[in-house]
């Protein structure tokens, strides 16, 4: 029997002809896609049905799972070709069994075969291919737990925060860091000539860089148009969304993924939560009646991490390209295109970053500095590190790959709590390529202090983490990064762990030298009053000059009166920076989650 006769068996009444037939055949093998399963996708068919009638066509047996109570030997060369494993043999009372997720080509063979050999229909049961995924994830979970524990530390130890966060090296970094601040609290009473050029050279370096690097768009070309790729040459794509303690936000996130541009065929999203959050398990298992959506359920063992889970997925991952979203995301809809465009028009572009917006913006203080941060960050210093090929700490969502890049890298770091910054600075070293795009996610800022200082604070002891890692051993850092981008490493990241606390300690000496200083006969006269003074004000000045051009950016100058509170932003940041050094001693590798969805603004289709 033909395979017309097959495509009309397994749709019933969806297909009214040969030609009919004949023609969603032709459009499968077009697209690339195995057609059973591009049959599912664009007739709204059950994966389940379509691969039960295939059987029943067939001769063969049929299950809607692989039990998971039957013993079985799933044969996997290594870990990263799971994806595409297609049986599962086991063994079924005194029978041997292959549970098959069998394509549209091997199913015409099999129907060949059983015509000469029919107790065969016996011992192969068809199965979609969803429940070999599903069944190889269950025996496979040991293996690829362990993986995403200690890939990084195995393939590129001395990346691994694991391997390179000991006692001894915290205690040094801890007491030089104690040292500078120390240093610059000495100034109001001795070594001026000394300390204050120093610490005017640790404060001002990375501001000034910050601005230089803002004030570059403006005399650099624009980002140029790229001409979409037709969907018949669209790679498959990859996405996976971490979750935990994330049920309310399913929703949302099911909205967002579907209203992206892009063939559903060749999606490949996968939603991977955290064992123990029950609730979350059950919102998206409710939603896995979409034959894009996939469930992945990442066993409780330490470090609970979004980058362990990020690494137990990816050997799932079955996409040429790949990306992360993070729970309260809402990218725009043809992000993926145009990522995908970028990729096809350089091969040797191995990661794109999105621009991350925040949508709350207005809702209170927080969240307006929040957005002034990023527009900043996102709009004009990424960009710009990106076009002086300089290492660029990636944000944490939106961060798109080739898949064989970022496998070939170590995928994240497990132990470490700002796993997007760490992967950028290690594809820098390894010499992988990283751009920006200006495609947006839209993300939601936090609203309360509690919330924020618990995500600054896991940020900076991030940073803290990625700025000891990567200088644990210095001449090979040098050797692989080079003079220059070693210098801009130090001043970047360097600079985010020291100016907030130093700002915070320069702004207290200035205060007590005017209120309390000449009272007590403490502090000398002299010119050094004015200096500190100037050195806090460049600081915050091109801090908000910075912020000031990314809000202009995005049409949002009305927020930029907020700024006037950037010293007390600096004073919370230094609240965060000393949080994270004291966990960085007590928890190094503790993820303090973020709570979602707390914003009262409506968001993304709702607010349209």
């Known amino acids: 029997m033909s395979s017309i006769d097959l495509i009309r068996f397994v749709l019933g009444s969806t297909c009214k002809s040969d030609q009919q037939a004949l023609f ?56 990263d070709a799971i994806a595409f494993v297609k049986t599962i043999r086991a063994k079924l009372f005194d029978r041997d069994v292959l549970f098959t997720s069998a394509g549209f080509s091997e199913i015409l063979r099999i129907r060949e075969q059983l015509v000469l050999q029919p107790d065969l229909g016996g011992r192969i049961c068809l199965v979609p291919p969803r429940a070999i995924r599903v069944g190889l994830g269950d025996r496979c979970a040991p293996l690829l737990l362990d993986q995403a524990r200690t890939r990084l530390a195995r393939q590129w130890p001395y990346a691994s925060a694991h391997l390179e966060l000991g006692l001894v090296t915290r205690i040094v970094f801890t007491s030089a860091l104690v040292a500078i601040i120390s240093l610059a609290a000495l100034t109001p009473l001795l070594l001026h000539p000394i300390l204050v050029p120093f610490l005017a050279f640790v404060i001002l370096i990375p501001a000034l860089f910050r601005m230089i690097a803002a004030l570059s768009s403006f005399w650099m070309d624009v980002e140029p148009d790229i001409a979409p790729l037709d969907d018949q040459d669209l790679p498959h794509y990859t996405i996976l969304i971490p979750l935990r303690e994330e049920a309310h936000m399913v929703a949302q996130l099911v909205s967002a993924m579907n209203r992206l541009d892009y063939p559903r065929e060749k999606l490949d999203i996968k939603f991977v939560v955290e064992s123990q959050s029950r609730n979350t398990l059950d919102m998206v298992a409710a939603e896995l009646g979409n034959p894009i959506f996939e469930l992945v359920i990442v066993p409780k063992q330490e470090p609970f991490t979004k980058p362990k889970a990020l690494n137990y997925a990816l050997p799932m991952a079955r996409g040429e390209l790949i990306v992360i979203y993070d729970a309260e995301d809402i990218p725009e809809p043809d992000q993926l295109r145009q990522a995908a465009a970028r990729f096809f028009k350089d091969p040797g572009l191995d990661c794109l970053q999105a621009e991350l917006v925040v949508e709350n913006n207005s809702e209170n203080w927080l969240s307006a500095l929040f957005c002034a941060e990023y527009s900043g960050l996102f709009g004009l ?76 604070t896991r940020w900076m002891k991030g940073w803290m983490q990625t700025f000891i890692v990567h200088n644990r051993h210095p001449k090979k850092f040098l050797r692989d990064i080079g003079w220059r981008n070693f210098l801009i490493f130090q001043a970047f990241v360097g600079g985010m762990i020291i100016s907030a606390p130093l700002h915070t300690l320069f702004a207290i000496i200035l205060m007590f030298r005017f209120f309390a200083g000449e009272a007590l006969g403490l502090v000398p006269n002299g010119p050094w009053t004015f200096i500190l003074l100037m050195i806090l004000f460049v600081g915050y000045g091109a801090s908000i000059l910075v912020s000031t051009l990314g809000l202009k950016r995005l049409g949002l100058l009305r927020l930029a009166p907020y700024q006037i509170l950037f010293p007390i932003y600096w004073i919370l940041n230094s609240v965060a920076a000393f949080l994270a050094v004291y966990e960085l001693f007590s928890r190094p590798y503790f993820w303090a989650k973020t709570k979602h969805g707390v914003t009262r603004f409506a968001r993304g289709v709702d607010a349209q």
Not at 30 to 51: G, Q, S
Request: charged letters at 20%.
């Open 24 to 79: 969603m055949l032709e459009q499968a093998l077009l697209a690339e896609v195995e057609p059973l399963v591009y049959f599912a996708i664009h007739l709204n068919i059950d994966e389940t049905i379509i691969y039960q009638r295939a059987a029943q066509w067939c001769g063969m047996a049929f299950s809607e799972i692989v039990p998971s109570k039957v013993p079985a030997n799933p044969t996997i060369a290594r870990i």
């Open 381 to 456: 210093i990424l960009p710009a590190l990106s076009r002086w090929n300089m290492p660029l700490p990636l944000g944490g969502t939106s961060n798109h790959f080739r898949l064989k890049s970022l496998r070939e890298v170590g995928g994240w770091d497990a132990f470490n709590v700002t796993e997007d910054a760490d992967l950028g600075i290690r594809l820098s070293r390894l010499r992988y390529r990283t751009g920006t795009f200006s495609s947006r996610t839209f993300e939601e800022a936090p609203i309360t202090y509690g919330s924020w200082l618990a995500q600054r």
